[in-house]
C-alpha cells in the first residue's frame, strides 16, 4: 500500500481559502483517491473523492461550488482547493488511496471505510 501523507491545513477567517496537497507515494494512476473529514464526537464525512485514471471527481453537497480536487500529473499529488470557507468547514481532514484499477466506477462505489490507506490527518480552522 502507498504512504499517504497531507498538508496545507491552518487557520482561517470565514470567507478564506486553503489548498491542502496530499502525497501519495508510490501511487500513480487507476488509484481512487478522497479527502474526507471529522470532527472529534461526529462521525466521518467524506468530502471529495477523485480517480487518478481518469480524473474522474465527486464531492459531497455541503462542498459543491467551494472546493475543488485536482491531481499534478507530474508527481500525483492530490489538491483540495477550498474557497469561501465556513466555520462548519473546521474539521481534522484526512486524504485517504485505495488501488481500484477497474475503473471510475470502482471509485464511485468505494466504501468509505474500504480504502486501504489513510494519511494521519491535517487540521482546517475556520473562525467567523
Known amino acids: 500500500q502507498v504512504q499517504v501523507t497531507e498538508s496545507g491545513g491552518g487557520s482561517v477567517q470565514a470567507g478564506g481559502s486553503l489548498r491542502l496537497t496530499c502525497t501519495a507515494s508510490?501511487?500513480?494512476?487507476?488509484?481512487?483517491m478522497g479527502w474526507f473529514r471529522q470532527v472529534p464526537g461526529r462521525e466521518r464525512e467524506e468530502v471529495a473523492r477523485?480517480?487518478?485514471?481518469?480524473?474522474?471527481?465527486y464531492y459531497t453537497d455541503s462542498v459543491k461550488g467551494r472546493f475543488t480536487i485536482s491531481q499534478d500529473n507530474v508527481n500525483y499529488n492530490l489538491y483540495l482547493q477550498m474557497n469561501s470557507l465556513k466555520p462548519e468547514d473546521s474539521a481534522m481532514y484526512y486524504c485517504?488511496?485505495?488501488?481500484?484499477?477497474?475503473?471510475?466506477?470502482?471509485?464511485?462505489?468505494?466504501?468509505?471505510?474500504?480504502?486501504?490507506?489513510w494519511g494521519v490527518g491535517t487540521q482546517v480552522t475556520v473562525s467567523s
Open positions: 508510490g501511487a500513480t494512476l487507476r488509484y481512487c
Open positions: 477523485f480517480y487518478t485514471g481518469d480524473g474522474w471527481s
Open positions: 485517504a488511496a485505495d488501488y481500484q484499477p477497474y475503473g471510475a466506477s470502482t471509485c464511485a462505489t468505494l466504501r468509505s471505510n474500504a480504502f486501504r490507506s
